[in-house]
């Protein structure tokens, strides 16, 4: 059984959460919950101002059903939460992160500012595992039973795994029986909804959430969870390009010595 630190960005309240929680203690993990204590939606991978001496607030939960699962509420963004469970806050380090499950799809590119998905990847940057989970939403109740049935099976499977291995799964809001798969998913170009900007400037900007109007490769984690598959995306954090960008020091190197901006006074 796992070490688990379980969080999210939609808060502690979030019963998405909690229903994560209640799968995984079920299966026997040992799962310590920390997560911020008001939404921090879109907050990607940031931390937050890691100053000298700066405080920050943290207090504890009790989960509905669940008062024996260790649950904390912090004043900061849900990759913070991670980190101070790295860093030893609640004892022993977790050997498996787990955000979620968030409420709504985190598909194509725009993963690149989900919290949730932001949380699993600092996993990555202390050596071990970690899952980021996402319902969609359909217009009706959230499920969130399925959220928890497919953490469970994630881990089980993520733990053989080689440490620093992240997953993106993206569920139906549909009961378990009901759904046709799962499946690897590309990235899509687009998620689930399409974003824009509406107003004046200066003035207020409005965001406008619609139906998306693009047509997607069937194979994408985008599609997929639109036609009823669970979608499982393998992620990878920050690394060097080198291929692609290997002559650039040479180049601005020649370029600042062109206008003795460098190396006049060593």
Known sequence: MARIILTNDD???SLGLHALALALTKEGHDVTVAAPSSERSGWGAGVGT??????FEIQPYSIPNAPHVDAWGIDGPPAFCVLTAMLGTFGEPPELVISGSNDGANCGRGILHSGTIGAAMIAQNFGISGIAISQKRSGSRMLWETSGIIAAAATHWIMQAPRKTVLNINVPNKPIKQIRGVKWGRIA??????TSLEGNIPGKLKIVVSPRDVELKPD????????????????TGYRALVDASHEAPEAIEAFLRSTGGIGENP
Do not use: P, R, Y
């Open 220 to 235: 994408t984690d985008t599609a997929l969870v639109d036609e009823g598959f669970i979608s499982v995306t393998g992620l």
């Open 189 to 194: 170009a687009f998620g689930t909804t399409k």
């Open 50 to 55: 890691l100053d000298n001496g700066a405080e």
């Open 11 to 13: 808060g502690i309240h």
